[in-house]
């Protein structure tokens, strides 16, 4: 388990590049800095910063492949989590972010052309408006409950698309309150920055590194 912000530092600079580093620590900055004119994120996780958002989005990158060549689409990205966190780390991928909230798509601009990210694409519009393409991954933090969730993502969807979705503690009761042919398409992966926080993935998701302690 991810206990500190050194720890959740070290562990993210395991899976990028120095570059990447440089744009998180800039993403930080100004975020703690936006933070003071719209509610991104609780102010007492300003001090944790690398621990409850930076680690948290950036252990979804150890479920796919490191050369993920489709479209990875973040649904309810809000303040940028994990959506602008995986463009970060992997510029060269196209993500898609989607985010109804006005000031929340502004400052999602904002950071983007900031950090560089040329293959980030904004949708600031409801998920049920955008026109549905094919993704790859799909992830989303704190977007839905699971039906709704899954029912928004479906036109999103394919057989080769990989869900990964940070619920929380409510993962297990969630995943088992489904239908039982959705509940064998995942399973729930304990999170890395949270002891009592759990990843909904799907069946194809990679399984994460052993040496984190898991
Ligand atoms: C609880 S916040 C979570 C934000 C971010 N994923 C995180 O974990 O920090 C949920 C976000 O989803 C956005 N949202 C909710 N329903 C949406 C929809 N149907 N289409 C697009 N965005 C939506 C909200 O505006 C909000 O910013």
Sequence with gaps: ???????????????????????????????????????????????????????????????????????????????????IVIAAMRPQMPVVLVESRAKRVDWLGRISAKLGLSKCRIEGQRLELVEPFEARVISARAFAPLPKLLRLSAPFSTKATTYLLPKGRSAAQELQEMPKATRRMFHVEQSLTDEDAGIIVSANALKPRQETGR
């Design 1 to 83: 388990m991810i206990g500190t912000e050194s720890e959740s530092h070290d562990y993210v600079a395991g899976l990028c590049d120095e570059e990447a580093m440089e744009r998180l620590d800039t993403l930080c900055a100004e975020l703690v800095e936006e933070n003071t004119r719209q509610n991104l994120i609780s102010k007492p996780s300003e001090q944790n910063i690398w621990q409850r958002h930076i680690a948290d989005s950036a252990q979804l990158l150890e479920y796919v492949p490191r050369e993920t060549f489709g479209v990875w689409l973040d649904l309810g990205t809000g303040a940028g989590f994990p959506g």
